[in-house]
């Protein structure tokens, strides 16, 4: 079996050691399971979110009347 290859999210580079990889999160795929997000543990700081997902969320928020 291969393993998985983890790219970092903020440099786009292979992580080769699995005590560096960060886990971020999983997004999904339109069509099969998607796949996680990993970062190198000194490139976290640089991961941010999405800020289109971002503002699509706010709006949703405001228009179902949640406050923070």
Same mark, same amino acid.
Not at 45 to 48: I, P, Y
Not at 64 to 68: A, K, M, P, Q
């Given at each position: 079996?291969?393993?998985?290859a983890?790219?970092?999210? /903020?440099c786009? @580079?292979?992580i080769?050691d &699995?005590?560096? =990889? ?5 997004? @999904?795929?339109? #069509?099969? &399971?998607?796949? !996680?997000?990993?970062?190198?543990? /000194?490139?976290v !700081?640089?991961?941010?979110p999405?800020p289109v997902?971002e503002? =699509?969320? =706010?709006?949703v928020?405001?228009a179902?009347?949640?406050? #923070?």
């Open positions: 079996m291969i393993a998985a983890r790219l970092c999210q /903020a786009r @580079e292979d080769t &699995p005590d560096d =990889a960060v886990f971020l999160g999983h997004e @999904e795929g339109d #069509s099969g &399971p998607g796949w !996680d997000i990993y970062a190198h543990r /000194a490139h !700081d640089q991961v941010h999405d997902a503002r =699509a969320l =706010a709006r928020l405001i179902l009347g949640f406050e #923070s």
